[in-house]
């Protein structure tokens, strides 16, 4: 077995087990386990839904943002890789009673089988989901794939993991005394120029939406507010991090400490 195919198999193994339960053991969500982050991240995509649009949430995960986005949209389709995730984010809906919103298990590196079936999307959606890919060249077929299912003028919104920002994000906290942040072993972070350059291909980028702020008042302000004590994904001060940056809309700040904001690309 190739050293890629074993991190795959790896990645679907950490996957397949984290949704074996609604939370995990520090009652996070295992998809989300930063909530007031993917709270900012799903603000970000609402504004640029449409009533009716037919949307594909690529890596759904549990289908809770899939849920939300279901409130503003004609029509969502889940697709997940992990079929422990596509049976959650069906239970999930049923108890919401939503009924717009439906999951299927879907690999991401092989849409063809939406593309026979379906009509193109109006709108595409992936949140930390090519990250879990462990390499740029998976995570460049991916991105043809995903364009491929996207309607001439429809848009594509991703927030996955930028090298960039992380990288800038630790720096800040080692000029504070904080470690870095070490990267998990199932994500593979990436490279803002490649991905424009390879979305490019496929791609207009329409607007970039930055979450430095965000992120900079999580991982560097709390843990030295709080030191000694661990930081908290959900301490109060990320809360109100996630309302400043809310409210600041399309304004950067600590542009260079985000290394999870929103691309909103246009299907040439």
């Known amino acids: ?108 590196l092989e849409l063809s089988t939406l593309k026979e079936n379906s009509e193109p999307f109006d709108i595409a959606i992936s949140i930390r989901c090519l990250i879990n890919l462990p390499s740029w060249d998976l995570q460049s077929r991916a991105l043809k794939e995903i364009a491929a299912v996207i309607r001439p003028g429809g848009l594509y919104m991703c927030s996955e993991g930028w090298q960039d920002g992380w990288d800038e994000l630790n720096l800040a906290r080692e000029r504070t005394g904080l470690s870095p942040m070490e990267v998990v072993s199932y994500n593979k972070l990436i490279r803002r120029s490649d991905f424009e350059a390879e979305a490019g291909k496929y791609f207009e980028i329409i607007n970039y939406h930055s979450l430095g702020l965000y992120l900079f008042l999580s991982r560097v302000f709390q843990p030295n507010f709080v030191k000694p004590e661990e930081p908290s994904h959900t301490h109060n001060i990320n809360r109100v991090a996630m309302e400043l940056q809310d409210s600041m809309k399309s304004a950067h700040y600590f542009p260079s400490c985000d290394y999870a904001g929103v691309y909103i690309l246009k299907r040439k």
């Open 1 to 108: 077995m190739t050293k890629e195919k074993e991190l795959s198999q790896e990645i679907l193994t950490f996957w397949e087990n984290a949704s074996k339960a609604n939370l995990d053991a520090n009652g996070l969500r295992p998809t989300a386990r930063d909530p007031y982050l993917q709270i900012a991240v799903e603000d970000v995509i609402e504004r640029y839904l449409w009533g009716n649009a037919k949307v594909l949430d690529i890596g759904c995960g549990d289908g809770m943002s899939s849920l939300r986005f279901a409130q503003n949209v004609a029509e969502v389709l889940g697709v997940d890789y992990v079929d422990g995730f596509v049976r959650l984010a069906e239970k999930n809906a049923q108890i919401r009673e939503v009924s717009n919103a439906h999951f299927s298990q879907q690999n991401v």
